[in-house]
């Protein structure tokens, strides 16, 4: 299989991302304003815990996902078969999709839920940032998988 067709799997899972966010976004829109769900008071113990998950997830997954897939980028650089490093590389940046732009999902699901609250928007825009840094090409591919030069 061709780096194309790697690359073309990859942006589907990008773009799912994105996808996922905008129907989370619209699902919460719409339950809040139905009144089928109400709104968290941010400043109540529950609102506060879910604003500290937010954040904490944020803290976490955004620099591990790309810690993670910078740390196995290094190790499969040596490797010979290019077919399985190449299935390697997907499935690391794969992973680091998902970890990277999970915040952004649950930063909108968390400023619908908390009534609105603009620190948690701010938190799926940091999300997203993560998230475009994620985008797969292959030049970027091709670069992660050069063996470094000094």
């Known amino acids: 299989?061709?780096?194309?067709?790697?690359?073309?799997?990859?942006?589907?899972?990008y773009y799912g991302m994105l996808v996922v966010a905008?129907?989370?976004?619209?699902a919460m829109y719409l339950l809040i304003t139905k009144n089928i769900l109400l709104a968290i008071p941010p400043l109540t113990p529950l609102g506060q815990a879910i604003q500290y998950m937010v954040i904490i997830d944020a803290l976490a997954t955004i620099?591990?996902?790309?810690?993670?897939?910078?740390?196995?980028?290094?190790?499969?650089m040596s490797q010979e078969d290019n077919e399985a490093r190449t299935q390697a590389y997907?499935?690391?940046?794969?992973?680091?999709?998902?970890?990277?732009?999970?915040v952004?999902?649950?930063?909108?699901?968390?400023?619908?839920?908390?009534?609105?609250?603009?620190?948690?928007?701010w938190v799926a825009g940091i999300g997203a940032i993560g998230w475009?840094?994620?985008k797969p090409t292959e030049k970027k591919m091709f670069m992660e998988l050069q063996p470094e030069t000094y």
């Open 90 to 102: 997907c499935r690391s940046a794969r992973l680091r999709i998902y970890l990277v732009s999970n």
């Open 63 to 76: 620099p591990f996902g790309l810690w993670w897939h910078k740390r196995t980028c290094k190790r499969l």
């Open 104 to 121: 952004m999902v649950l930063g909108i699901v968390a400023f619908y839920l908390l009534g609105a609250y603009q620190s948690m928007i």
């Open 132 to 134: 475009y840094f994620t």
């Open 22 to 26: 905008c129907v989370c976004a619209t």
């Open 1 to 13: 299989m061709e780096n194309r067709d790697y690359i073309k799997r990859l942006n589907r899972d």
